[in-house]
């Protein structure tokens, strides 16, 4: 089956770690994204990436870093520049906005990071 | 940058009965995109319904319809014989048809079914 996946489900990093986290779609979508989720606040954009080897900041991309190697694969590294790492972390992919067809974004299930 | 408004943080509604949430957006495009998102426990995003800004006619799927007005930039969301599986965070969104690739989310409301 087609989808988007996350790894690892919870992850726990201590302070002053670099720790990265999984994406993997297998639906050849060219954009693919990364949101920060807290409490009250919705889905803020860190990171996207519209095609291989390219990828723009979003609105909160201090401390974190990203790559684009493969159409498959988007992995997001949150580095101990980041002041409050513990958040909830989706990502996910779509088709081109010009596409007709499922414009919308998948989600994968989701990466729990906690500062310990 | 677009911005969405969902100026209701938490809503509840009755098993059985219909609820509306609402929904506002800023933009200066006529081709554009929107969708309503819900957001259960287990914190899976998952599409309830899409809405293309050309299309006059208002989306549906089963229980869930809109009321679009591009004029006013208004989407709401309306849950009909509502379940106590609807009881979920629900999230309005925002795609440009030609600029950039971005998803503009609003912050979300929390909806209740009471039994």
């Known amino acids: 089956d087609g989808g988007i996946t996350q790894s690892p489900k919870y992850l726990f990093r201590k302070e002053g770690q670099n720790v990265t986290l999984s994406c993997e779609q297998n639906?050849?979508?060219?954009?693919m994204y990364w949101y920060r989720q807290d409490p009250g606040q919705g889905l803020r954009l860190i990171y996207y990436?519209?095609?291989?080897?390219?990828?723009q900041k979003g609105d909160i991309a201090e401390g974190y870093s990203v790559s684009r190697e493969k159409k498959e694969s988007f992995p997001l590294t949150v580095t101990s520049a980041q002041k409050n790492p513990t958040a909830f972390y989706l990502c996910?992919?779509?088709?081109?906005?010009?596409?007709?067809?499922?414009?919308?974004?998948?989600f994968g299930q989701g990466t729990r990071l906690t500062v310990v | 940058a677009q911005t969405v408004t969902q100026s209701q943080p938490e809503m509840s509604v009755q098993e059985a009965e219909t609820v509306t949430l609402s929904c506002t957006y800023d933009?200066?495009?006529?081709?554009?995109?929107l969708f309503w998102y819900k957001q259960p426990p287990s914190r899976q995003m998952i599409l309830v319904i899409r809405?293309?800004?050309?299309?006059?006619q208002n989306a549906t799927e089963n229980r869930f319809s809109v009321n679009f007005q591009k004029a006013a930039k208004s989407f709401s969301l309306k849950i009909s014989d509502s379940q106590l599986g609807d009881a979920a965070m629900y999230f309005c969104?925002?795609?440009?048809?030609?600029?950039?690739?971005?998803?503009?989310f609003g912050t979300g409301t929390s909806l209740t079914v009471i039994p």
């Open positions: 639906l050849n979508h060219d954009a």
């Open positions: 996910a992919s779509s088709i081109s906005p010009d596409s007709r067809g499922h414009t919308e974004a998948f």
């Open positions: 809405q293309e800004a050309y299309k006059q």
């Open positions: 933009t200066s495009e006529s081709d554009y995109y």
């Open positions: 969104a925002y795609r440009s048809w030609t600029t950039g690739n971005q998803f503009y």
């Open positions: 990436s519209q095609i291989v080897n390219d990828f």
